[in-house]
């Protein structure tokens, strides 16, 4: 089984810059098992439905997710293709859910999806993260590695830590 982790975000937006930020982290720290593919897209979505063509058996979405609760607050979502409906696949931006909707489109389907997100307190044109969201990330990171451990079928917690 392979998993992708995907970082989400612009980092010239601020606290949207979440998602990158989270699997950059990730990724320095090591610890993640062989089967277990982190990556930082950005705003390329055209890149990350091709990445998904390749046959990924889950995914795991890191990405500031507007919401209830104050900023900083992180949660899990579990997306299936219903809760996708149609988007307008934009292959020069990042719009996460016309992304996932366009797989089959492209020939592939949705594997088994967790978001991990984190509610923005700022996502304004200016680069770095508020104090809140950069608290966030350690949490963040834990939550991610909790979802590859608890939600990802066993076969793919080989090696997880």
Do not use: K, W
């Amino acid at each position: 089984m392979r998993v992708l982790v995907a970082g989400i975000g612009n980092l010239f937006c601020g606290d949207d810059g979440f998602g990158p930020e989270v699997v950059r982290r990730i990724a320095a720290a090591g610890d993640l098992p062989a089967d277990v593919r982190v990556v930082d897209y950005g705003i390329r979505g055209m890149h990350l439905a091709y990445d998904l063509l390749d046959g990924y058996d889950a995914l795991v979405i890191v990405d500031a997710m507007p919401g209830d609760g104050p900023p900083g607050s992180v949660s899990v979502l579990e997306v299936g293709e219903d809760d996708l409906g149609p988007g307008e696949f934009d292959p020069h931006g990042m719009a996460p859910v016309a992304v996932l909707a366009s797989l089959s489109d492209l020939g592939g389907c949705l594997p088994p999806t967790y978001v991990v997100g984190c509610r923005p307190r700022d996502v304004g044109e200016r680069i770095g993260l508020s104090d809140e969201v950069e608290a966030a990330i350690p949490e963040a990171m834990d939550v991610v590695r909790r979802v590859l451990r608890d939600q990802i079928p066993a076969p793919a917690r080989n090696g997880a830590r």
